[in-house]
């Protein structure tokens, strides 16, 4: 009787692809609500364009546009001038999940999984039925163009249109899409600003936009070379599994596990084979193919026992300290900025990371309300902005440990710009969205230092700015009494009123002589203010009081 039913029910038993599974479950690849969505989309192919051009060698330079078809029906379009994707290529890298030439490297670079091209191909695909149309460049004198959609029963690219296109003025690829349930705002959360966090984290990078209202906007480039390539890492003991060394022994062309073990990993030295043989229970001449999961796990309990020389951080490649204060001063222009790079760290797992931390005062830092302005968090991971999901992430758990009023900044009604940066061939993001970083405590710790110590910097600024306001607030308020007081002096006196007025005024000049340097101009003009202006009574009150 139950053999029936279960034969009944899994009459019903199928496989189904990766690309149904997501098709299904779209909000993890960061299309859930329609402003996020068409971020995502503008999110994927510029960090695409980036990842490639600094792979080729490339001075970025890109070109993105949006066009508004209906209420929540958008076209996107970026163009780069990066290597271009070659034809046999261009199904495979646009429309395949789970297809790139990033997820086997173990390099800093933004993307990783092979999911981020495909995963808006498919969106496309689901929102309008329309495949996504491609332009690529591999030399200056041949390309193509085509269009490309996916077959999502079988995961497999479906290439159609292809056409044979002429001289180009540059390599590149250039990619555009039709997506519905989509939205354009102008907001913290949205494509503009986006993009003009992309252009604060990489200095090296020229985007050029184009917004739906025809508004253009050009990011450009504060220095003019390629941020040096990260090498790849090679893992480090302590972040190994049981799986992982199995895997890896299996594939390995080395004849003995000691060979394996020195030639595959960081930091493993003959030394720490001979240390290991002391504690290990297993033979380290063995034929690592033959290595058992009880081996491998012996040995992962033993890496635990020795003592390991941090991993490596040569393949981190952080922004740098003199490429963000160029970068803030080309974008916000500060009146006052302090920015702050960490020493490599190592969060669980054995990973290292790096992080910057920068705090920005003025000009055009924080966010203006219609009250004045409060403080904003701006925050990168591998130089990537991340603009969802703030309240799980490490780095606004950070921001908030952090006692902002003893360093005189008030994050709810400063114009101040805190940005944070954390660099590393593994980001551990709290969720596939990779919007948020998981609050490991190695690394709130990390960004909490580098916040501390750029606020100290700034307290001063902000203590030394806010003693001045109060001086020349004094200083405008005693200039105003000059004139009458001298006219009051003469009459008692029957000195000459021109002779008071002079002598009063050098002697609060002497007294306020900062205040001097900052108001323009003549530094006797309050006096003249005071006389007519109908604010002298505002100011009077503040001085009484
Ligand atoms: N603009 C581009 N220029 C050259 N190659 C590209 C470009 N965009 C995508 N590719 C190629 O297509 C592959 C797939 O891109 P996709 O965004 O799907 O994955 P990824 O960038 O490797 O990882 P992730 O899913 O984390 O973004 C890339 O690995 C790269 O080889
Ligand atoms: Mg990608």
């Known amino acids: 009787m139950a053999a029936n039913k279960a034969d009944d029910i899994f009459k019903e038993f199928k496989e189904h692809s990766i690309s149904e599974f997501f098709k299904k479950n779209r909000q993890m690849l960061g299309y859930s609500s329609m402003v996020r969505s068409l971020v995502t989309v503008v999110h994927e192919y510029v960090t695409n364009s980036l990842d490639a051009c600094e792979e080729a060698g490339i001075l ?150 184009i917004d739906p209202n025809g508004q253009e906007s050009t990011f450009l480039r504060s220095v003019n070379t390629i941020p040096e390539r990260p090498k790849a890492a090679r893992l480090h003991p302590l972040g190994l599994t049981v799986n992982d060394i199995l895997d890896l022994a299996h594939a390995s062309g080395s004849s003995r596990l000691s060979a394996f073990l020195t030639d595959t990993f960081s930091r493993f030295s003959q030394g720490k084979v001979n240390e290991l043989k002391d504690i290990v229970g297993i033979d380290f001449s063995m034929d690592p193919k033959k290595m058992t999961w009880d081996d491998a796990s012996k040995l992962v309990d033993g890496f635990k026992k020795v003592r390991w020389i941090s991993p490596e951080s040569a393949h981190i490649v952080p922004i740098g300290k003199k490429y963000i204060e160029l970068t803030l001063k080309n974008i916000i222009n500060p009146e006052f900025m302090n920015v702050v790079e960490r020493k490599p760290s190592v969060f669980k797992g054995g990973f290292p990371f790096i992080v910057e931390a920068a705090i920005a005062y003025g000009g055009s830092s924080g966010r203006q309300t219609d009250n004045g302005y409060t403080g904003n968090i701006m925050r990168f991971a591998n130089r990537v902005p991340l603009l969802f999901d703030t309240g799980s992430c490490g780095i606004t758990e950070a921001v908030k440990q952090v006692q902002w009023k003893r360093y005189g900044i008030d994050m709810d009604n400063q114009p101040v710009s805190v940005l944070v940066n954390i660099s590393s061939v593994y980001i551990p993001y709290s969720g596939v969205g990779k919007e948020a970083i998981s609050p490991e405590e190695e690394i709130v710790d990390e960004i909490k230092l580098a916040l501390m110590d750029a606020a100290r910097n700034i307290q001063h600024y902000i203590h030394g700015k806010q003693q001045l306001n109060y001086d020349t607030n004094r200083y405008k308020t005693i200039m105003r009494y000059v004139n009458q007081l001298s006219q009051n002096l003469s009459e008692l006196t029957g000195t000459q009123k021109s002779a008071i007025h002079e002598a009063l005024k050098k002697l609060v000049i002497e007294h306020y002589p900062r205040v001097k340097e900052h108001v323009s101009g003549d530094a006797g003009k309050g006096s003249d203010e005071g006389e007519q202006g109908e604010s002298g009574a505002e100011d009077r009150e503040d001085a009484e009081e």
Do not use: W
Request: aromatic share 6%; glycine share 10%; proline share 5%.
């Open 60 to 209: 970025p330079d890109l070109r993105v546009k949006i066009d508004k078809l209906g209420d929540t029906r958008y076209t996107v379009l970026v163009e780069d001038n990066g290597p271009g994707i070659p034809k046999s290529f261009i199904g495979k890298a646009l429309a395949t999940v789970l297809a790139g030439t990033k997820f086997h490297r173990n390099v800093q670079q933004r993307g990783q999984q092979g999911i981020g091209a495909a995963g808006c191909t498919l969106f496309a695909q689901i929102t309008t039925g329309k495949p996504i149309h491609a332009v690529s460049h591999t030399s200056v004198n041949s390309g193509y163009s085509c269009d490309v959609s996916i077959d999502t029963m079988h995961n497999k690219p479906i290439v159609s249109n292809i056409v044979q296109e002429g001289d180009a003025p540059h390599t590149g690829l250039m990619v555009s899409g039709e997506f519905d349930g989509v939205k354009y705002d102008n907001s913290d959360h949205g494509v503009y600003e986006y993009l003009k966090r992309t252009a604060l984290s990489n200095p090296h990078v020229q985007i050029h936009f």
